[in-house]
């Protein structure tokens, strides 16, 4: 069975034994869950658990698509961690809510370390050559995510592959939002996210999908489905045709396509079980007017500005230190670069055209480039701060 093959199951409402027959079933043409896990392995399941909400709102992956893995992955002999880095809110309020705490409670499974990061790099990435993820990615011998299908305001759907953002901790997220200024680059750190997880499997809940004002103030839309595949960029493309969204809308398709990051043409994927026009829907309610990437809290736009001036910290090169390598020009994502230690000196660095991945900073091996944080950023430890807003802020408006 090819790798890009989707599997799609009909599984009607959430009731266990259909939810766990459906994911057996829809894991059967790829081998069953024994070509993903074997016996002692640390398998981690990742949700989409975006904030405190109870399971019938259709915002968070519902707990019996969990607990159907967690049984299934355990009847292989893994042993299940559950980790997620939550949008809005503190972890302890959204695993209650949401229905995780009890699953862990009733079985072996445990809490993965969301707590504590570590530092990955690949240079195959297109933007975060070096990246810090929660520690529960270095500790699990297997990744399985387990998203939710729902349209998204900045993103225009999510699903498969931009579950694994939730790998990054806390308002780092939101510092990404700030330091990328635009969608696509966005899109380009979620792929380079996944190529560094390399989650072995997605399994989708799309019973119950998003649909309007997604991910966390659209309307729950009662599709009846399970979507399974080990190509999750594959799968995300599946779940457009399914919900009548054109993948080339989606900034993380159109990412994919442009590092081939598994399959993006719906020709060259394989698909099993349901046919696919018959799962179809033609009046899934899209997103009308994208939001900026930016708008990651209910904050006055003005307001937004000011906060990216003081958290995202501009590249500097230290002129006595530079060699002249241009190895910074050279890996900057942006074209033509944003920096180019040959020009004169106002116009090295173009703060308006880069998009703060600091590559460039991560690049020069006589670190000759500096992040020059604002007097504020120092003081005040921004990161540290927006972290216990949210956990607040998140108790009080939990459905943005």
């Known amino acids: 069975m090819k790798n890009s093959a989707v599997s799609i199951i009909k599984v009607e409402d959430y009731d266990f034994k259909k ?3 459906g994911i057996i079933d829809s894991l059967e043409p790829f081998g069953g869950i024994s070509s993903f896990v074997s016996p002692g392995q640390k398998v981690l399941l990742k949700p989409n658990l975006l904030s405190s909400v109870t399971p019938e709102k259709a915002v968070t992956t ?3 698509i969990i607990s159907a893995v967690v049984f299934i992955v355990a009847e292989a002999g893994g042993k299940v961690m559950i980790g997620d880095s939550p949008g809005v809110g503190g972890f302890n309020s959204v695993v209650k809510a949401t229905g995780i705490k009890k699953i862990v409670e009733e079985s072996e499974a445990v809490f993965a370390d969301f707590s504590n990061e570590c530092v990955f790099e690949c240079e195959e990435n297109f933007v975060g050559k070096k990246l810090s993820l929660a520690k529960a990615v270095a500790d ?7 998203p939710k299908l729902k349209t998204h305001v900045q993103m225009t759907m999510t699903c498969a592959v931009k579950n694994q953002f939730g790998l990054v901790l806390g308002m780092e997220k939101g510092q990404y939002h700030f330091r990328l200024k635009n969608r696509e680059a ?3 750190i979620m792929v380079d996210i996944n190529r560094i997880a390399k989650p072995a499997l997605a399994v989708c809940d799309a019973i119950d999908a998003m649909e309007g004002e997604g991910p966390g103030g659209g309307e729950p839309r009662r599709l009846g489905l399970i979507l399974s595949s080990p190509d999750l960029m594959a799968l995300d493309v599946v779940a457009c045709k399914i919900i009548g969204l054109n993948p080339d809308s989606v900034p ?4 994919g396509k442009k590092q081939k990051f598994g399959k993006t043409n719906l020709d060259e994927i394989e698909i099993i079980g349901e046919n696919l026009n018959d799962v179809s829907v033609q009046d899934f309610k899209q997103i009308s007017n994208l939001k900026g990437i930016l708008q990651i809290l209910p904050f006055p736009n003005f307001m937004l500005g000011i ?3 003081i958290w995202a910290a501009k590249p500097r090169i230290i002129e006595d230190k530079c060699i002249k390598c241009y190895k910074c020009r050279d890996g900057c994502p942006v074209a033509p670069s944003a920096i ?5 000196a ?3 660095i173009n703060d308006k055209t880069c998009i703060r991945c600091y590559c460039c900073h991560e690049f020069c091996p006589v670190k000759a480039i500096a992040l020059k944080q604002s007097w504020i950023d120092r003081t005040i430890k921004i990161t540290k701060s927006m972290n216990w807003f949210n956990k607040i802020f998140g108790r009080f408006v939990p459905h943005i």
């Open 62 to 64: 519902n707990p019996v």
């Open 307 to 309: 906060f990216r001036k």
């Open 340 to 344: 180019d230690p040959a020009l004169p």
């Open 252 to 255: 993380i398709i159109q990412a």
């Open 140 to 146: 699990a011998d297997v990744i399985i995510s387990l």
């Open 19 to 21: 939810v766990k027959q």
């Open 186 to 188: 966005l899109a380009d």
């Open 346 to 348: 106002k116009n090295k």
